[in-house]
C-alpha cells in the first residue's frame, strides 16, 4: 500500500511538473511570436524609410500604421490627430463649420448615417443610406473615417462638392453645398394638439437633457398638462451614452435602463432609472427608423423594453457598441471600441438595430397632395364648430398643421398617443 501511495505521489510530481514546463514553454512562445511580429514591423517600416519612392518621416508612418490597425478592427474604432480630437470634442458641446452630417464606414464605403435638420446636408437631400464616393474629387475609399470628417468640415460659407450616390439611385450625382456654422441644438418641440408634446431630438451632446427638461417645463408653463407625448428620434446618429440614459431616465422612473459589457463579463456595468421630479409619466409614442442609431436605439430599445412606448416607424441602424475616446501624451487620441450595450431584456441590437411594434414606411409627400380633396373645412364661410371662429382648442396651430400634412409616420403616431389612455383602459 505504501509504494502504490509512493508511486502515485511520484505521478503527480511528474504530471506538474510537465504542466508546469508546458506553460513556462508557451509563455516564452507567446513573448516569442509578440517579439517576432514587432521585429517583422520594424523590418518594414525601415524598408519603407530606405526605399520608398519619397521621403516620409517615422512621425507619419507611425500615425499611419496606427490608423490602418485601428481601421482593421471595426467601423467605429479611429485615430485621431490632435487637431481632429479637438474638433471631435467640439463636436459634443460646441458649434463647428460643416455641412451637418453624420457618417460612418461599411466595407470601406463612406456612408450617411442621417443629416442634422435644417443644415446644408438636410436641405440638399442627402439621406440615411447615402454613399459618398468623392470629396471634392478625391475618393473616399482611401480614407479614414477621421480624415473624411476633417474634409468635409470647414469654415462657414466655403464651398464643398461631394459625389453621392443615393440609396435608390443607379447613378452618382454631384452635389455642391456651402458649409454653415452647424449649431449644436439637440432638442426642438412643438404642440401637435391640445396637451400633446412633440419632442424631437436631433443628436445626444451634453445638453441634451437639460434642453429636454427645458422644452417640457416650457410646455407646462405655458400649454399646460401634458397628454401625450410623441418622441421623435427618426434620423438621430446618436452622442453621448450618458444622454441616452438620462433622457430614458426622463420617461421610465425605475429600473434598468442599458447596460453595457466588454470581452470580460466582470466587466458589465448597469445603468438604470430612478425616481425623479421631472418624470413625465404621459402616454407617449416613439418614431425611428434606419438614421437612428447608437443612443438613439439606447432609448427606444429601453422605452420598447420597459413597455413605456409603443415605438413606429423603420427598423432602426443597429449600432450597439461602445466606443471608448482615449488621449494619447502628444494631443491625439483614438476612438476604440471597448463594449456592446444591452437593452433591458439582454437584447443586442449590433447590425441588427430596433425592430418597431408598428412598422410604418415615411411617404414621401407630393406637392400635391390634398390639394384634390375638398373638405368642409376648405369651403368659404365654413362654420366653425360650437359657432367659434378662430379654432377649436383641440386643433393644431399652423406650423404642426403643415408638419402633419407631409408626415405619414407623425399623423399616425398622433393618432395612437390620442388612443392610447383608452386601449390602456380596455386592457
Not at 424631437?200 to 441634451?208: A, D, G, P, S, V
Request: net charge neutral.
Amino acid at each position: 500500500m505504501r509504494i502504490r501511495r509512493w508511486l502515485f505521489m511520484v505521478s503527480v510530481l511528474v504530471l506538474l511538473s510537465a504542466f508546469a514546463g508546458t506553460l513556462c514553454a508557451d509563455s516564452a512562445k507567446d513573448k516569442e511570436d509578440r517579439y517576432d511580429a514587432l521585429k517583422r514591423f520594424s523590418q518594414v517600416m525601415s524598408l519603407v524609410e530606405d526605399y520608398y519612392v519619397r521621403d516620409i518621416g517615422r512621425k507619419e508612418l507611425v500615425d499611419d500604421a496606427i490608423k490602418g490597425l485601428l481601421q482593421q478592427l471595426d467601423p467605429h474604432s479611429s485615430f485621431m490627430t490632435p487637431e481632429e480630437f479637438r474638433d471631435m470634442q467640439v463636436s459634443t458641446s460646441g458649434e463647428f463649420g460643416g455641412i451637418g452630417i453624420e457618417i460612418t464606414q461599411d466595407n470601406g464605403r463612406l456612408m450617411v448615417v442621417s443629416p442634422i435638420d435644417d443644415t446644408p446636408a438636410h436641405k440638399a437631400g442627402l439621406k440615411s443610406g447615402d454613399l459618398i464616393l468623392e470629396i471634392e474629387g478625391q475618393p473616399t475609399q482611401d480614407l479614414s473615417l477621421t480624415e473624411a470628417v476633417g474634409k468635409i468640415r470647414g469654415p462657414r460659407g466655403s464651398k464643398i462638392t461631394l459625389t453621392i450616390l443615393h440609396k435608390d439611385s443607379q447613378k452618382p450625382e454631384k452635389v455642391t453645398m456651402v458649409r454653415d456654422t452647424i449649431p449644436i441644438v439637440s432638442v426642438r418641440s412643438e404642440e401637435l394638439d391640445k396637451g400633446v408634446l412633440y419632442l424631437r431630438l436631433t443628436k445626444f451632446n451634453e445638453n441634451t437633457t437639460r434642453e429636454l427638461h427645458d422644452r417640457i417645463a416650457e410646455f407646462k408653463k405655458t400649454r399646460g398638462p401634458i397628454n401625450g407625448v410623441v418622441l421623435d428620434l427618426r434620423n438621430n446618429p446618436g452622442g453621448l451614452l450618458n444622454q441616452a440614459v438620462s433622457v430614458a431616465d426622463t420617461f421610465i422612473n425605475e429600473g434598468l435602463i442599458v447596460y453595457i459589457q466588454g470581452k470580460d463579463a466582470s466587466t458589465r456595468k448597469d445603468y438604470n432609472a430612478g425616481s425623479q421630479s421631472s418624470d413625465l409619466a404621459a402616454p407617449m409614442v416613439t418614431l425611428i427608423n434606419a438614421g437612428s442609431a447608437s443612443a438613439s436605439e439606447i432609448v427606444a430599445g429601453a422605452l420598447q423594453d420597459r413597455k413605456r412606448s409603443a415605438i413606429l416607424g423603420e427598423r432602426s441602424f443597429g449600432k450597439g457598441s461602445v466606443q471608448t475616446v482615449i488621449p494619447l501624451s502628444d494631443g491625439s487620441g483614438i476612438k476604440l471600441t471597448t463594449a456592446l450595450y444591452y437593452t433591458p431584456s439582454g437584447r443586442s441590437i449590433q447590425a441588427e438595430g430596433i425592430v418597431p411594434d408598428i412598422a410604418v414606411a415615411f411617404e414621401q409627400p407630393r406637392e400635391d397632395d390634398d390639394k384634390s380633396v375638398i373638405r368642409e373645412k376648405d369651403l368659404t364661410r365654413h362654420l366653425e364648430r360650437n359657432g367659434e371662429n378662430n379654432g377649436s382648442a383641440g386643433e393644431a396651430n399652423g406650423k404642426a398643421e403643415a408638419m402633419l400634412k407631409r408626415d405619414n409616420q407623425l399623423r399616425l403616431a398622433l393618432e395612437l398617443v390620442r388612443q392610447l389612455p383608452r386601449l390602456k383602459a380596455l386592457n
